[in-house]
């Protein structure tokens, strides 16, 4: 009942009814995220005695602990390489991938391209052990290049799954006036589809950017050595030693977000155009 | 072999070499880094195991170890249960909750991306470091929830959260869909958003009402971005590992009532007494995918069936 | 159609192949006489300075050998060690689980059998020693490095402020815990939230009622099991101790209940000896004491007990390159050298024996352990199968508190889960 006077846009009443219940939801969603950053500037004995104050004595302390003695600033930076790279070699052979589904017709591409989407439905980290076996023949276990090949490969799903449905709804006769120009299939894909394609590409960077940054699992079983150790594998060892000094749990938590909240805020306008024109049809 | 190359050549743009050559890369990856370790895990659910040291061919005996053995037998079903309940309540959530704000935002100009970006930030968080938050700010003795309600007079509704098995599997439960309601609202915002704003003037200029413009304009062109996002909210509940982990540990604790099957999974592989745990962890592994995999395949062909129906 | 599936399997096939075909990699040098770096691994994240200084003293007197200590998270090591061991990139000495926790890499021939390679394991107590060992072969695969005694700690500093002392009779230990329930103070500090501490809570507050390690002789044997009258009335002892537990207390997590205790919100914490580093760092200023829970009415042990096990040992690694540096380091890790500075760093208790304890509260705890030793009954002999006896227990203490079940119901489970796998009399 109340829902139907809502949508109901144009009264003042109804605006403001709408915009109260999205400020409402505003709270409900970063009111924990506040509070973690808040904490993050208090002392444990405080947070123990007053679990609901503000920050008495803001310091930096926790967060010099965090960065410098649990070496948060290494994890950073394999964080970073890993999954910058394997958000780049994953999309790069998903579009090329996602072309050649959408520009061809036979029932040998659209297997594949139903067996690709059917890894949209596996749960991988499931098979962790014959992967571990996997990277160890290749001699690739504690090697970051171990890792960014196991996300790249665990990203084509998604990455071809959104990309493809993107590039069929591109007139074919676009690449073909290239094509009667003379170029090749590879000059006309890169002349014409890919300055089209960006806004897919963005919403595929983000989507695979936030699991990789935020995966433990992989890392925690396939980088042994400390200095291969991502920063979400960094925080579970952590855990282990800060276990009861609170603030600087929370400040390493919020060093972990940071990134993915700077990026998401840099590309929001290039993803939400890039799912519509996903989802559309 | 020719013959199928000429003719898709006539059929489409690429020649079969030429797409093959566009595959190529993705198809490599795919097939050593995921399938390969996929049928590599199913073929480890068939033999028995000392430790990581694979023995004899047993066929089914994993399979039938979970459904007849303590302390699976009593497990299984319960985790599964809790896999659904997790599924139910993000659809629940995001489908009232997530479609009103989507479609509201789509309504008002201003603002839009301010919004839209401080619902997604829960999503852009590892779930990991959700878990853990909520269950300090859950913490009956020092966290800020129970404080809180008891600061505003509603102390009586201050609740051991995870202690008690009637409220910890519900916070699990809300945790989940809180946490995952970015990713709808940023889906349908963009469904909406391809809706040609045309049509649901020409409607509104015809006198339909709101309400009625939604049910029967924006609703039906909104179904095939529900059903995927229905998929994918599918797969994530059957797979929920870090927020029951973060929240309940490995047992799912109060006595089992947050334990998830990936729980269960990974109890039964790393702290089992047993040296078969490499078999049976399989079998439990093979089973979830199955499930996963069925569901889906299913909601699919009804979502295409029901699309189909539609236009 | 099928013969695109066809050339699909083939091209997957392929893959496979290629893969198979990819030698196992060669890591890391192998020439003697060289610099050795013998990697170890731990689960023990608390201690790494510790550790390293420990190993610094190795270090000193083998020049050429460096000793990398490394620590992984608790929950996370037992599949971390797993998949370590067969990998090409694992551990030369590790930390192994004892008991049934070590089975597993055993029976995989993942160890190296220590007898002959390792001097003055004999002199370990054969109870310690047993952790150590192959269930199926009974040969030693650890040298054991702690033993762990399971006790009541109090906050001597509160204690004192309240007028209160250690209880030395059933009625005087419920009368303490009644005082400090009228105080305002919660008597006792549990994190029931995680179900591994309820076990060792039932065998501080039950072993004495059930008769400890008789009950433990007669339950192998199979004479009696744990439907026993006795041990039923040890877990409705479990139950009546919920009203001096925090009133949410299967919503405590463990180290909420160590934060209660440190911080003095509770006057007494049932724990292991693994905690006292914990309540040291947390607590500089508290005064500690410990006691054994006095006996009940009724008990069949004929007097208090200190429950203990091994936590743990140093093994080999069968996949090591390093076997003779390796068998050295264990050699020395069995010394006295070794136990005694690990117990000084640590404030544990070494499994070796002849140490002295320079902490006055190690020494009484350890006064007290040797007084009247007893089994930490379900770790030591119900962990060897699936599901193991601690899991059943602690998932059915959290029942009990609920209300979900009573004494003999979870008596009962208890029964039923180990009766799936244990054989009486081996």
């Known amino acids: 009942m109340s829902r139907r006077s809502r949508l109901q846009s144009g009264t003042p009443l109804t605006r403001t009814a709408t915009q109260t219940f999205l400020w409402i939801y505003v709270v409900v969603a970063i009111s924990p995220l506040i509070l973690m950053v808040l904490n993050s500037f208090r002392t444990t004995s405080e947070m123990a005695k007053n679990p609901l104050g503000l920050p008495q004595n803001p310091s930096f302390a926790s967060y010099e602990k965090a960065w410098i003695t649990a070496d948060f600033s290494s994890y950073f930076l394999n964080s970073m390489f890993v999954t910058i790279t394997s958000v780049i070699i994953s999309t790069a052979v998903s579009l090329l991938a996602a072309y050649a589904f959408a520009r061809s017709r036979g029932k040998f591409f659209r297997a594949l391209e139903g067996l690709f989407l059917s890894g949209l439905m596996l749960p991988v980290y499931l098979a962790i052990l014959p992967i571990f076996y996997l990277l160890d023949s290749l001699g690739l276990v504690s090697n970051l290049w171990g890792l960014i090949m196991v996300y790249s490969a665990l990203g084509i799903p998604f990455s071809t799954f959104v990309l493809a449905s993107f590039l069929r709804q591109l007139p074919p006769e676009l690449e073909e006036a290239a094509r009667i120009d003379g170029a090749g299939p590879f000059r006309s894909f890169l002349a014409v589809i890919l300055p089209l394609v960006r806004p897919a590409i963005a919403t595929v960077v983000v989507f695979r950017f936030v699991p990789i940054w935020n995966d433990f699992f992989y890392p925690l079983i396939l980088m042994r050595n400390r200095d291969a150790y991502t920063l979400p594998v960094g925080l579970t060892r952590f855990f282990g030693e800060f276990q009861t000094d609170w603030a600087t749990l929370f400040a390493g938590l919020t060093l972990a977000t940071i990134p993915l909240v700077v990026l998401f805020l840099l590309a929001t306008r290039q993803i939400v155009s890039g799912l519509t024109a996903g989802m559309s049809k | 072999m020719p013959a199928i190359r000429r003719r898709l050549k006539t059929g489409t743009g690429l020649s079969w070499g030429t797409s093959m050559l566009f595959v190529l890369p993705a198809l490599v990856l795919f097939a050593v880094f995921v399938l390969y370790p996929l049928l590599t895990a199913l073929s480890y659910s068939f033999f028995s195991w000392r430790g990581i040291v694979r023995d004899d061919f047993v066929g089914l005996e994993n399979y039938v170890t979970v459904f007849t053995q303590l302390p699976y037998k009593d497990e299984v079903g319960n985790a599964f249960a809790h896999n659904f309940l997790l599924f139910i309540g993000a659809m629940v959530f995001q489908n009232t909750i997530g479609l009103l704000i989507a479609t509201l935002l789509h309504r008002i100009g201003r603002m839009k991306r301010f919004f839209q970006t401080i619902y997604t930030l829960p999503y852009l968080v590892s779930p990991l470091v959700i878990g853990y938050l909520w269950s300090l700010m859950l913490s009956p003795l020092f966290g800020p929830v129970n404080a809180l309600l008891k600061a505003i007079g509603l102390g009586d509704l201050a609740q051991p959260w995870l202690g008690n098995p009637s409220t910890a599997i519900w916070v699990v439960v809300l945790v989940t869909a809180w946490q995952w309601i970015g990713f709808p609202i940023l889906m349908y915002g963009a469904a909406l958003g391809g809706i040609a704003e045309e049509i649901d003037e020409a409607a509104s200029l015809d006198g339909a009402t709101s309400w009625q413009r939604f049910r029967s304009i924006t609703l039906p062109l909104l179904v095939p971005a529900i059903g995927t996002v229905s998929i994918l909210t599918f797969i994530g509940a059957m797979e929920s590992f870090p927020i029951p982990y973060a929240l309940g540990g490995s047992t799912g604790s109060p006595a089992g009532a947050t334990d998830v099957m990936s729980l269960l999974f990974y109890r039964t592989a790393f702290e089992s007494g047993s040296t078969n745990a490499i078999g049976v962890s399989s079998a439990i592994a093979m089973l979830l995918f199955l499930v996963i995999f069925g569901v889906a395949v299913l909601m699919r062909w009804l979502l295409d069936t029901r699309e189909r129906k539609m236009f | ?426």
Request: negative net charge; hydrophobic residues 40%.
């Open chain 3, 1 to 426: 159609m099928k013969r695109n599936t066809l050339r699909m399997a083939g091209i997957v096939a392929a893959g496979a192949l290629a893969l198979t075909g990819c030698a196992p990699s060669s890591s890391s040098s192998e020439e003697s006489g060289e610099d050795v770096t013998l990697t170890v691994w731990s689960w023990r994240t608390e201690d790494i300075e510790q550790y390293n200084r420990i190993f610094d003293v190795y270090e000193e007197a083998h020049p050429g050998v460096t000793i990398e200590f490394e620590a992984f998270l608790n929950t996370e090591y037992n599949q971390l060690l797993t998949t370590g061991l067969s990998g090409s990139d694992g551990p030369d000495v590790a930390m192994v689980r004892s008991y049934g926790g070590l089975q597993g890499w055993v029976s995989a021939g993942q160890l190296v059998a220590l007898e002959d390679k390792v001097e003055g394991l004999d002199a370990i107590e054969p109870a310690v020693l047993a952790g150590a060992k192959g269930h199926e072969d009974g040969k030693i695969y650890a040298v054991p490095f702690a033993t762990q005694t399971l006790q009541m700690f109090y906050n001597k500093t509160l204690f004192d402020e309240l007028g209160l002392e250690e209880p030395t009779t059933w009625d005087e230990f419920i009368a303490l815990n009644e005082k400090l329930l009228a105080e305002g103070v919660t008597p006792m500090a549990l994190g029931a939230k995680d179900s591994w501490v309820l076990p060792i809570f039932a065998d501080i507050i039950g072993a004495g009622r059930y008769g400890a390690t008789d009950f433990e002789a007669a339950v192998l044997s199979g004479e009696k099991n744990f439907t026993d009258a006795d041990y039923v009335a040890s877990l409705q002892l479990v139950a009546d101790m919920q009203k001096y537990l925090s009133p949410d207390v299967v919503g405590v997590g463990y180290t909420d209940s160590q934060i209660q205790f440190t911080s003095g919100l509770a006057a007494q914490y049932p724990g292991g000896t693994f905690e006292l580093t914990t309540f040291k760092t947390q607590a500089p200023d508290m005064e500690l004491g410990v006691y054994q829970v006095p006996l009940p009415p009724q008990a069949k042990a004929d007097q208090p007990v200190t429950p203990a096990y091994a936590d743990g040992g140093f093994a080999i690694n069968s996949a090591s390159k390093h076997q003779e540096e390796a068998a050295e380091l264990l050699n020395w890790i069995a010394s006295k050298e070794f136990a005694q500075l690990f117990a000084d760093e640590l404030s544990m208790f070494s499994a070796i024996p002849g140490v002295e304890y320079k902490d006055e509260l190690l020494q009484e705890m350890w006064d007290l352990y040797t007084a009247s030793p007893a089994s930490y009954l379900l770790l030591v002999n119900f962990r060897y199968g699936e599901p193991q006896g601690t899991a059943v227990l602690g998932e059915g203490v959290q029942q009990l508190f609920l209300g979900e079940l009573d004494a003999a119901g979870l008596a009962q489970k208890l029964q039923t889960g180990v009766d799936q796998w244990f054989v009486p009399g081996e």
